[in-house]
């Protein structure tokens, strides 16, 4: 079963600060089937990129995904502040589905 | 509109079997690009996968929880069902049913979220 790691765990930024969060699977998948959420306490999580690469419908353009193979990366350029979250990657493969542990960006 | 509306008791005791019901509205369950899937999560804790339930009825299960878990739907009442046999407080959770689309262009993921529900887990 594959796993997938997330880092930094924790990453404190200030608003306008780029954020660089990490996806690394325990072997190599398909980024069509690597997606990224991001959860807020008493929400709903929200899809924000699938694909790897590809904004969810409404996702502003300041999120972006990418990577290939082991490593994905979640881009958000310039942090405005309803972007502190956590942000989850999740794979599917062989039936099954896999979150990562989260990475939580908050205000520095 | 897509919306999906989990229900089912607050509170459940040790031992007991939790079921919850997943209410969607704005999609066919038999929509061969769709499924309902079970997410959870621990206060505190990351998202867990459960269980899924496609269009042709195909079911998957989380390797750690498969023996406690059934998933079914009632295509007719919009309606996915979740079992979890013998419940211990560590399953104290929000628990979620999302949305499962296969896209057009082969990628799949979660597109919409109920709000979740939070089980308790105590005597």
């Known amino acids: 079963e594959i796993v997938l790691m997330q880092s930094p765990g924790t990453l404190s930024l200030s608003p306008g600060e780029r954020a660089t969060l990490s996806c690394r699977a325990s072997?190599?998948?398909?980024?069509?089937?690597l997606a990224w959420y991001q959860h807020k306490p008493g929400q709903a999580p929200r899809l924000l990129i699938y694909g790897a690469s590809s904004r969810a419908t409404g996702i502003p353009d300041r999120f972006s995904g990418s990577g290939s193979g082991t490593d994905f990366t979640l881009t958000i350029s310039r942090l405005e502040p309803e972007d502190f979250a956590v942000y989850y990657c999740?794979?599917?493969?062989?039936?099954?589905?896999?979150f990562g542990q989260g990475t939580k960006v908050e205000i520095k | 509109q897509v919306t999906l509306k989990e229900s089912g008791p607050v509170l459940v005791k040790p031992t007991e079997t939790l079921t919850l019901t997943c209410t969607v509205s704005g999609f066919s369950l038999s929509n061969a690009r769709m499924g309902v899937s079970w997410i959870r999560q621990p206060p505190g804790k990351a998202l867990e996968w459960l269980a899924h339930i496609f269009s042709n009825d195909e079911k998957s299960y989380s390797t750690s929880l498969k023996s406690r878990l059934t998933i079914s739907k009632d295509t007719s009442k919009s309606q996915v069902v979740l079992t979890m046999t013998n419940m211990d407080p560590v399953d104290t959770a929000t628990y979620y049913c999302?949305?499962?689309?296969?896209?057009?262009?082969?990628?799949?993921?979660?597109?919409?979220w109920g709000q979740g529900t939070l089980v308790t887990v105590s005597s």
């Open positions: 999302t949305r499962i689309l296969f896209s057009v262009a082969g990628t799949v993921y979660f597109d919409y």
């Open positions: 072997q190599s998948v398909s980024s069509s089937y």
């Open positions: 999740q794979l599917y493969r062989s039936s099954l589905w896999t």
